[in-house]
C-alpha cells in the first residue's frame, strides 16, 4: 500500500480495499507468529500509511475476509467451529477498535468439499 500511496494513488479512491486474512492465527492474539503478523498490527499499519499520506478521515473497505481452510496456513486443528469463531472474533475487533472500517466481505465461510 505504501507503493500506491507514494504513487499518489490514494488520490483517485474514496475508500481503501484490504484483506485482512490471518492465516490461521487466532486475531485476538497480538503476539508475531512464524506463520503471519497480528490482525491488529496489519490494520493499524494500513492506517498508519494512509493517516501519513492525509487520509486522516477516509474509510476502509474489507473486501475479503476470512480463515483459510488448507495447506501450510490453514488453522491448526481448522474444524469448522474454531474457524467460525475466529472470524466472529475478527468482526468484533473491527466492530469496536476501528471505526474507520466501513464495509465488511467474508470470504469463504465452510470449507469446500
Not at 490482525?39 to 476470512?66: E, H, N, P, Q, Y
Not at 474454531?82 to 472500517?101: F, G, Q, T, W
Request: charge should be negative; proline fraction near 4%.
Amino acid at each position: 500500500m505504501q507503493k500506491f500511496y507514494d504513487a499518489g494513488g490514494n488520490d483517485y479512491c474514496d475508500y481503501q480495499g484490504y484483506h485482512p486474512w490471518t492465516d490461521g492465527v487466532n486475531p485476538e492474539n497480538d503476539l508475531s507468529t512464524t506463520i503471519g503478523t497480528p490482525f491488529r498490527t496489519r490494520l493499524d499499519d494500513v492506517f498508519a500509511i494512509m493517516d501519513a499520506g492525509g487520509d486522516v478521515s477516509k474509510k476502509i473497505w474489507i473486501t475479503a475476509m476470512g480463515q483459510t481452510t488448507g495447506g501450510a496456513k490453514a488453522v491448526p486443528g481448522g474444524s469448522e467451529a474454531l474457524k467460525s469463531s475466529y472470524i466472529i472474533a475478527m468482526l468484533d475487533i473491527l466492530r469496536s477498535e476501528y471505526p474507520r472500517v466501513h464495509h465488511i466481505s467474508l470470504f469463504r465461510l465452510i470449507a469446500e468439499g
